[in-house]
């Protein structure tokens, strides 16, 4: 059930990581533990392909050039800021301008 969960390209990532969290626990409980490295793997794998150009691949690229292994709770920062912003964006978006060109330059 965890490796097959994905989040929606709309979906709140937040709470897909919640649920996926929630699921790495019960999985714990019954004695089937998952490494750190296989869940980042999971919640990567299981993203919007929207978020592959964004953060993703970006990420992953700088591991590997610095050589170093990305953390579980970086990987679920990265991601949850960059979905944040963008709801941040959209939401600014959504306001809409009543022809005030100082809104407009604001939200630009």
């Known amino acids: 059930k965890l490796q097959e969960s994905r989040c929606s390209e709309k979906g709140d990532v937040r709470t897909h990581f919640d649920k ?3 699921l ?3 999985l714990a409980a019954l004695g089937q533990s998952i490494t ?3 869940f980042a793997a ?3 794998s299981s993203l919007p392909a929207s978020y ?3 953060c993703h691949n970006p990420m ?7 050589q170093k292994d990305l953390s579980l709770d970086f990987i ?4 949850s800021n960059e979905y944040d912003r ?3 964006r959209t939401k600014r978006g959504n306001s809409g301008n009543s022809g005030n060109s100082e809104d407009a330059a604001y939200s630009a």
């Open 36 to 38: 750190d490295d296989n």
């Open 42 to 44: 999971i919640i990567l």
């Open 60 to 66: 992953t690229s700088s591991a590997l050039v610095m």
């Open 86 to 88: 963008c709801q941040t």
């Open 76 to 79: 679920i920062k990265v991601i």
């Open 24 to 26: 790495c626990e019960q």
């Open 20 to 22: 996926m969290c929630a």
């Open 52 to 54: 592959d150009s964004n």
